[in-house]
């Protein structure tokens, strides 16, 4: 059962538009949320991570949104630039030792 | 230079030859965790360690161990390999503060993964 989903499997943007990634939980218990960015041959690496308390976290070109009754969370980047391409996989985790990764959802974002 | 090294970073075996991925981190990290990548799948936890000596399965362990007897070393051993364990493997390591994920120090800074062939 995955906890976690990302039913997008790819996703391609034009330079200089919106990218909108999205991420749905099914575990109620989850109260932290973490997006991480992975460039092919290399390891994930942490971007953006937003508490169940805030509904809206951002960090320069990117912001994550948080839905909790939708049980929702989005990602957007703007503007989108080439090196933003990469795989982008939305994490879960409550208050256990675990954090629960998504199937990630490949961004191209093309000139 | 922070960061998490595992070796090999690439391998190809055959079914039943024992091998064991290594993973160091000089962060002075608590939490030692290893993930499997797949297709469709996402990122799978295979087991994960609190601390020196205390270990526990992830979601998928079957097929696989660890040890942890020094803080920055967490090496992943497959007994038998078998081609199902074909994947691509990660390893990585955080603070881990007390109350679990909900910390700002639970970010995990991951190695630059191994892909494993099993034949």
């Known amino acids: 059962d995955q906890q976690v989903k990302q039913n997008s499997p790819s996703l391609s943007v034009q330079e200089g538009r919106i990218s909108i990634l999205n991420c749905d939980y099914t575990n109620s218990m989850f109260d932290y949320f973490l997006w991480y960015k992975k460039y092919p041959a290399e390891g994930p690496t942490f971007l953006i991570s937003?508490?169940?308390?805030?509904d809206k976290n951002e960090d320069g070109r990117f912001t994550v949104f948080l839905n909790k009754s939708a049980k929702h969370l989005s990602l957007h980047i703007v503007p989108s630039q080439p090196g933003d391409s990469a795989v982008y996989f939305c994490?879960?985790?409550?208050?256990?030792?675990?954090?629960?990764f998504g199937t990630g959802t490949r961004l191209q974002v093309f000139p | 230079e922070a960061q998490v090294t595992q070796n090999p970073r690439y391998l190809i075996t055959v079914t039943g030859k024992k091998l064991t991925v290594t993973c160091s981190q000089n962060m002075n990290h608590e939490y030692m965790s290893w993930y499997r990548q797949d297709p469709g799948l996402g990122l799978r936890q295979i087991y994960y360690s609190m601390n020196v000596e205390a270990t526990d399965k992830g979601d998928v362990p079957e097929g696989y161990k660890v040890s942890r007897k020094e803080k920055r070393n967490f090496p992943l051993i497959l007994e038998s390999p078998s081609p199902n364990q074909t994947s691509l493997y990660f390893c990585a390591s955080s603070l881990w503060a007390s109350g679990g994920a909900n910390s700002g120090a639970n970010v995990l800074t991951f190695g630059a993964g191994s892909r494993l062939t099993v034949l």
């Open positions: 994490a879960a985790g409550d208050n256990t030792d675990k954090l629960i």
């Open positions: 937003i508490s169940s308390i805030k």
